[in-house]
């Protein structure tokens, strides 16, 4: 079993917390060493309250997905032969409401793009078949209650 940790930090310091309108911008440390200013959306706690230049978690999962899908695309890729020179997704997350009335993300969609070089250029079904392959096997896509839709650009 494999264990994956993230320490989130946040300090009120001379902020009055009563208010409700203290600052949400807070920071995700990796194992690493790498720091991340995170922050809620600015659609969910309006501004100056969210810090709209920091990752919220929303963003944070969208990007999560979009990562595990990108590697195991390449991998298989790979595995079959073919050059990846190029991989660029514009996903998206979109939030609705569920069951009960409450907001989650309820869908993402991957728009991959990907370019090739080589003597074995892969068709348009075996992207495809790479994408499902991946979206099959992707420890985030496996963890999600929203609905992914993948459009191969």
Known sequence: MSEYKAEVVWQRGNQLFTDNRYSRGHEWKFDGGF????????GSVPLPMSVAENVDPEEALVAALASCHMLFFLSFAQKQGFIVDHYQDHATGFMEKNERGRLYVARIELRPATRFSGENM??????????????????IANSLRADVTIIPE
């Open 35 to 42: 720091s991340v200013p995170a922050s809620s959306a600015p």
């Open 122 to 139: 892969p068709t348009k079904e075996q992207i495809d078949a790479l994408h499902h392959l991946s979206h099959e096997h992707c420890y």
